[in-house]
Protein backbone atom coordinates (compact mmCIF):
# COMPACT_ATOMS: atom_id res chain seq x y z
CA UNK A 1 0.00 0.00 0.00
CA UNK A 2 1.13 3.46 -0.78
CA UNK A 3 1.09 6.41 0.92
CA UNK A 4 -1.81 7.97 -0.87
CA UNK A 5 -3.81 4.55 0.27
CA UNK A 6 -3.06 5.04 3.88
CA UNK A 7 -4.76 8.55 3.89
CA UNK A 8 -7.90 7.30 1.55
CA UNK A 9 -8.35 4.58 4.19
CA UNK A 10 -7.86 7.23 7.51
CA UNK A 11 -10.07 9.32 6.04
CA UNK A 12 -12.88 6.61 5.23
CA UNK A 13 -12.14 5.03 8.57
CA UNK A 14 -12.62 8.30 10.63
CA UNK A 15 -16.10 8.13 8.66
CA UNK A 16 -16.84 4.74 9.67
CA UNK A 17 -15.97 5.39 13.91
CA UNK A 18 -17.24 8.56 13.64
CA UNK A 19 -20.95 6.78 13.93
CA UNK A 20 -20.10 5.77 17.53
CA UNK A 21 -20.62 7.83 20.21
CA UNK A 22 -19.24 7.13 23.58
CA UNK A 23 -17.17 8.85 26.69
CA UNK A 24 -13.59 9.79 26.72
CA UNK A 25 -11.65 8.07 27.01
CA UNK A 26 -14.02 5.04 26.58
CA UNK A 27 -13.92 1.60 27.89
CA UNK A 28 -13.61 -1.15 25.11
CA UNK A 29 -16.60 -2.54 26.43
CA UNK A 30 -18.39 0.08 25.40
CA UNK A 31 -17.13 0.02 21.82
CA UNK A 32 -18.02 -3.75 21.90
CA UNK A 33 -21.48 -2.90 22.88
CA UNK A 34 -21.88 -0.06 20.14
CA UNK A 35 -20.57 -2.98 17.78
CA UNK A 36 -23.42 -5.49 19.32
CA UNK A 37 -26.24 -2.99 18.96
CA UNK A 38 -25.54 -2.26 15.86
CA UNK A 39 -24.68 -5.56 14.10
CA UNK A 40 -27.87 -6.92 16.44
CA UNK A 41 -25.86 -9.51 17.59
CA UNK A 42 -24.17 -10.32 21.17
CA UNK A 43 -20.40 -9.79 21.14
CA UNK A 44 -18.41 -11.55 23.83
CA UNK A 45 -14.78 -10.74 25.02
CA UNK A 46 -13.03 -13.37 25.75
CA UNK A 47 -9.29 -14.27 27.16
CA UNK A 48 -7.27 -16.76 25.68
CA UNK A 49 -6.68 -20.09 27.13
CA UNK A 50 -3.28 -19.70 28.73
CA UNK A 51 -2.03 -23.08 27.43
CA UNK A 52 -2.20 -21.36 24.02
CA UNK A 53 1.42 -20.96 22.76
CA UNK A 54 3.05 -17.60 22.26
CA UNK A 55 5.18 -18.58 19.75
CA UNK A 56 2.39 -19.50 17.74
CA UNK A 57 2.09 -15.35 17.53
CA UNK A 58 -1.45 -15.75 17.83
CA UNK A 59 -2.40 -12.47 19.84
CA UNK A 60 -6.51 -12.23 19.40
CA UNK A 61 -8.83 -13.86 17.36
CA UNK A 62 -12.12 -12.96 15.99
CA UNK A 63 -14.90 -15.99 15.45
CA UNK A 64 -18.15 -15.51 14.00
CA UNK A 65 -20.45 -17.90 14.85
CA UNK A 66 -24.18 -17.66 13.71
CA UNK A 67 -25.55 -15.89 16.02
CA UNK A 68 -22.67 -13.71 18.16
CA UNK A 69 -19.20 -13.32 17.82
CA UNK A 70 -16.14 -13.85 19.99
CA UNK A 71 -13.67 -12.03 20.33
CA UNK A 72 -10.32 -13.70 21.46
CA UNK A 73 -7.17 -11.91 23.22
CA UNK A 74 -4.07 -12.49 24.65
CA UNK A 75 -4.11 -12.09 28.81
CA UNK A 76 -0.53 -12.74 28.73
CA UNK A 77 1.02 -9.39 27.59
CA UNK A 78 0.44 -5.92 28.62
CA UNK A 79 -3.15 -3.76 29.06
CA UNK A 80 -2.37 -1.49 26.31
CA UNK A 81 -1.31 -4.33 24.27
CA UNK A 82 -4.65 -6.25 24.78
CA UNK A 83 -6.33 -3.47 23.97
CA UNK A 84 -4.87 -3.27 20.75
CA UNK A 85 -5.43 -6.62 20.21
CA UNK A 86 -9.20 -6.22 20.66
CA UNK A 87 -9.40 -2.92 18.54
CA UNK A 88 -7.13 -4.94 15.62
CA UNK A 89 -10.22 -8.03 16.17
CA UNK A 90 -13.10 -4.95 16.01
CA UNK A 91 -11.40 -4.02 13.00
CA UNK A 92 -11.68 -6.47 11.29
CA UNK A 93 -15.79 -6.98 12.64
CA UNK A 94 -16.47 -3.38 11.55
CA UNK A 95 -14.60 -3.78 8.15
CA UNK A 96 -16.47 -7.23 7.25
CA UNK A 97 -13.67 -9.57 6.56
CA UNK A 98 -15.14 -12.45 5.11
CA UNK A 99 -11.84 -13.60 3.97
CA UNK A 100 -11.81 -17.29 4.52
CA UNK A 101 -9.32 -17.52 7.10
CA UNK A 102 -9.70 -19.34 10.44
CA UNK A 103 -7.44 -20.60 13.77
CA UNK A 104 -5.12 -23.66 13.17
CA UNK A 105 -6.24 -27.15 14.69
CA UNK A 106 -4.19 -26.75 17.57
CA UNK A 107 -5.82 -23.51 18.19
CA UNK A 108 -9.49 -24.60 17.92
CA UNK A 109 -8.37 -27.72 20.30
CA UNK A 110 -7.80 -25.22 22.86
CA UNK A 111 -10.46 -23.28 22.55
CA UNK A 112 -13.43 -26.05 21.79
CA UNK A 113 -11.55 -28.70 23.73
CA UNK A 114 -14.53 -31.17 23.43
CA UNK A 115 -14.22 -31.08 19.74
CA UNK A 116 -12.40 -32.37 17.27
CA UNK A 117 -10.52 -29.22 15.55
CA UNK A 118 -11.27 -30.58 12.31
CA UNK A 119 -15.13 -30.67 13.25
CA UNK A 120 -14.71 -27.31 14.83
CA UNK A 121 -13.24 -25.75 11.66
CA UNK A 122 -16.15 -27.36 9.65
CA UNK A 123 -18.87 -26.12 12.06
CA UNK A 124 -16.95 -22.69 11.87
CA UNK A 125 -17.57 -22.56 8.14
CA UNK A 126 -13.50 -21.79 7.69
CA UNK A 127 -10.62 -23.25 6.03
CA UNK A 128 -7.03 -23.07 7.43
CA UNK A 129 -5.93 -20.00 4.66
CA UNK A 130 -4.35 -17.45 6.14
CA UNK A 131 -6.10 -13.75 5.72
CA UNK A 132 -4.63 -11.70 3.22
CA UNK A 133 -1.95 -8.87 4.17
CA UNK A 134 -4.54 -6.48 2.69
CA UNK A 135 -6.48 -7.17 5.52
CA UNK A 136 -3.94 -7.28 8.45
CA UNK A 137 -2.92 -3.68 7.17
CA UNK A 138 -6.45 -2.03 7.09
CA UNK A 139 -6.90 -3.72 10.59
CA UNK A 140 -3.99 -2.68 12.07
CA UNK A 141 -4.48 0.82 10.54
CA UNK A 142 -7.83 1.27 11.88
CA UNK A 143 -7.36 -0.13 15.24
CA UNK A 144 -4.54 2.57 15.65
CA UNK A 145 -7.64 5.64 14.04
CA UNK A 146 -9.67 3.80 17.16
CA UNK A 147 -6.88 4.51 19.54
CA UNK A 148 -6.80 8.01 18.81
CA UNK A 149 -10.43 9.32 17.82
CA UNK A 150 -11.48 7.37 21.14
CA UNK A 151 -9.05 8.59 22.96
CA UNK A 152 -8.42 5.44 24.45
CA UNK A 153 -6.65 5.52 27.95
CA UNK A 154 -5.65 1.68 28.36
CA UNK A 155 -3.00 2.73 30.62
CA UNK A 156 -1.62 0.03 33.52
CA UNK A 157 -3.78 0.25 37.03
CA UNK A 158 -1.93 2.58 39.23
CA UNK A 159 0.27 0.06 41.42
CA UNK A 160 1.53 2.97 43.81
CA UNK A 161 -0.08 5.70 45.43
CA UNK A 162 0.01 9.56 44.00
CA UNK A 163 2.27 10.48 46.78
CA UNK A 164 5.16 8.35 44.56
CA UNK A 165 4.82 10.35 41.53
CA UNK A 166 5.12 13.41 43.81
CA UNK A 167 8.38 11.87 45.56
CA UNK A 168 9.73 11.08 42.55
CA UNK A 169 9.65 14.58 41.09
CA UNK A 170 10.92 15.93 43.90
CA UNK A 171 14.00 13.90 43.85
CA UNK A 172 14.32 13.98 40.07
CA UNK A 173 13.93 17.64 40.14
CA UNK A 174 16.64 17.88 43.48
CA UNK A 175 19.21 15.99 41.07
CA UNK A 176 18.66 17.61 38.05
CA UNK A 177 19.69 21.30 40.06
CA UNK A 178 22.66 19.95 41.55
CA UNK A 179 23.98 17.75 38.22
CA UNK A 180 25.64 19.78 35.24
CA UNK A 181 25.80 18.26 32.69
CA UNK A 182 29.13 17.94 30.76
CA UNK A 183 29.46 17.07 27.05
CA UNK A 184 32.12 14.68 27.09
Not at 20 to 25: A, D, R
Not at 98 to 105: A, H, I, L, T
Not at 154 to 175: F, K, M
Amino acid sequence: MDRRDWRELRTQYETLIGRFTLSHPFQVDELCSAIAAERGRPLHLLPMPAVMPASGGVCGMWVSFGTSDHVYYNVVTSRPHQTHIVLHELAHILLDHREPSGPEPGMLAQLFPDLDPVMAARLLGRTRTKATTRQEQEAELLASVMWQHFNVAPAAAASAPPETADTLNRVIGALSRRTTLRPR
